[in-house]
């Protein structure tokens, strides 16, 4: 978020003077097609409901993404992770430029364990999914057959989501720039953290990341609950019903990573004050569109 010149080595936009706030931001219609061909001059931004001036608008297609994949390895999801990380391979050779976006796996249920960190490299990527898999299975039967998950409580048993979602931001993803993104692989009940639902929204706004959550589980999914962690950030629910649905979530994933716009302006209030300033981007003269955004932003010191 800030800098020195216009256009950072990476493309991003940032400060020049004082502090500019970038903005992503996604337009859906009502049959939820993307909407790609937006104008500066359609476009409002507010700041704790007072207009800004942008300074920089434009369609985000090449800016660096910053994924962390965040696997929930508890009970309720174990007889889906098959299926869940060879569809998170096929996504990650799908969406990933060479050399340009990096990815992390993380893997979590009561704890949180960093299993690939930032990289491009897409063979040690597809590695660490496996090493996910074969971590959190047990080993099957003479038959094939896998036995049933421990219930106790305590391995596999517990799942702290907005613990693992903290531990991310602030160990992962804070100090990074381009787009930063978390894709949560849960079914939406926290059982064990120690953090609250408020307090993984608020590092994942300060850190910049987006949230999508993809519910999987054997269970029902918690997609309230998962909406609530989503849209604040930015990002939204998705819920697929089989392998091919899976599919078709992260194929929408991934146009959504690629259909994203980016303004800047520079805030009326530009004192540092750590407080959170509230944005809301509106486009008035358009119809039955859908605008997600982050919910606002820190006015941090640096």
Do not use: W
Not at 9 to 38: A, C, H, M, P, W
Not at 144 to 153: A, H, I, K, S, Y
Not at 208 to 218: F, H
Not at 242 to 269: G, I, T
């Amino acid at each position: 978020m800030t800098g020195q010149n216009p256009k950072s080595e990476d493309g991003q936009t940032i400060r020049v003077g004082t502090q500019l706030v970038n903005v992503l931001f996604s337009v859906t219609d009502k049959q939820n097609r993307y909407v790609s061909d937006l104008m500066k001059s359609e476009v409002a931004i507010l700041e704790n409901g007072k207009p800004q001036e942008i300074f920089t608008f434009k369609r985000e297609i090449d800016l660096p993404l910053k994924i962390a994949i965040l696997v929930d390895i508890s009970n309720s999801t174990l007889p889906v992770l098959p299926r869940l990380t060879a569809a998170s391979s096929r996504f990650i050779d799908s969406v990933m430029r060479p050399g340009k976006d990096t990815t992390a796996i993380v893997q979590f249920n009561s704890e949180t364990v960093l299993i690939r960190d930032l990289t491009s490299d897409l063979m040690r990527l597809r590695g660490g999914l496996r090493d996910i898999m074969n971590n959190a299975l047990p080993p099957r039967r003479a038959d094939g057959v896998l036995p049933p998950p421990v219930t106790n409580g305590t391995q596999l048993g517990g799942t702290s989501i907005y613990d693992s979602i903290i531990a991310t931001c602030d160990d992962l993803l804070l100090a990074e720039s381009g787009r930063k993104t978390i894709i949560l692989f849960t079914d939406g009940y926290d059982t064990t953290s120690h953090q609250k639902r408020s307090d993984a929204i608020d590092e994942a706004l300060r850190a910049e990341t987006v949230i999508y959550a993809i519910g999987v589980g054997n269970l029902e999914i918690n997609k309230n609950e998962l909406n609530k962690i989503c849209e604040p950030t930015g990002g939204r629910t998705f819920i697929p019903k089989d392998s091919e649905s899976l599919d078709r979530a992260f194929a929408e994933l991934e146009q959504e990573l690629r259909q994203q716009y980016l303004l800047a302006y520079e805030p009326a209030n530009d004192t540092a004050d750590s407080s959170f300033r509230k944005i809301e981007v509106r486009v008035p003269n358009r119809k039955g569109i859908r605008v997600r955004h982050r919910l606002g932003y820190y006015a941090l010191r640096k």
